[in-house]
């Protein structure tokens, strides 16, 4: 069965400093699908970043990068230069692949930054 | 394209009481998911579409039914609403077998049962 933990129930960062969030996740399936996502307290559900378990260079998406860890089974959430718009819920996801686009979530992680 | 949307916004029902939550899409996705929100718990995967006509079980359907009869519609009913049903709930669709893709989410229905 597939697994995400986030560690970390709420985080703390200063405006324009770089934070991590961490995930790590579980599953026996050679070919899946990490995903993040961001919850702002509206509610809506944004896709930030995805990264493949056979892709060969971490995913970046502007300030967002994914420092993916096969070994470690870790896929941690990097923003550079926070902005106070980067408060919010942030969710790690798992997918498998290969035809099957059931999404796994983890519980989240609260992140704060102050001005 | 107006994406994924779903309604209503809110919802109170009280114990015993039925209704159905509404999504659609027009993007012309195959799958299509409903999940909840709990606090403290992410999303859980409650039922799942890979096309017209063909539904499954995610982690917790107890309690719920889908249909899927058009590309474009996936409602969720609750046949007799539970306080523990209590939650917001979210639509979802993608393309079907996309490996990259992600899925795009609507903005959710948050429901009250008293």
């Known amino acids: 069965a597939q697994k995400i933990t986030q560690t970390q129930p709420g985080m703390f960062v200063q405006e324009k400093e770089a934070v991590t969030l961490d995930c790590t996740y579980d599953t026996s399936d050679p070919s899946y699908g990490l995903f993040w996502y961001k919850q702002p307290s509206s509610g809506e559900m944004i896709f930030l970043i995805y990264q493949g378990s056979y892709d060969q260079q971490n995913a970046t998406e502007g300030r967002y990068s994914l420092n993916f860890q096969k070994a470690r089974k870790s896929a941690n959430l990097v923003i550079s230069a926070s902005q106070l718009g980067d408060s919010a819920m942030y969710f790690c996801?798992?997918?498998?692949?290969?035809?099957?686009?059931?999404?796994?979530f983890g519980k989240g992680t609260k992140l704060t930054v102050n001005p | 394209n107006a994406g994924v949307t779903q309604t209503p916004k809110f919802q109170v029902l009280k114990t015993g009481q039925s209704m159905t939550l509404q999504c659609a899409q027009d993007m012309n996705h195959e799958y299509m998911s409903w999940y909840r929100q709990d606090p403290g718990m992410g999303l859980r995967l409650i039922h799942y579409?890979?096309?017209?006509?063909?539904?499954d079980q995610g982690e917790v359907p107890n309690g719920y039914n889908v249909s899927r009869s058009t590309t474009e519609d996936f409602p969720l009913r609750l046949l007799s609403a539970a306080p523990s049903q209590t939650s917001v709930y979210f639509c979802?669709?993608?393309?079907?077998?996309?490996?990259?893709?992600?899925?795009?989410f609507g903005p959710g229905t948050r429901l009250t049962v008293l």
């Open positions: 979802a669709s993608s393309y079907e077998g996309e490996d990259t893709d992600t899925q795009y």
């Open positions: 996801a798992m997918r498998e692949m290969g035809g099957s686009e059931k999404l796994v």
């Open positions: 579409s890979v096309g017209a006509g063909i539904t």
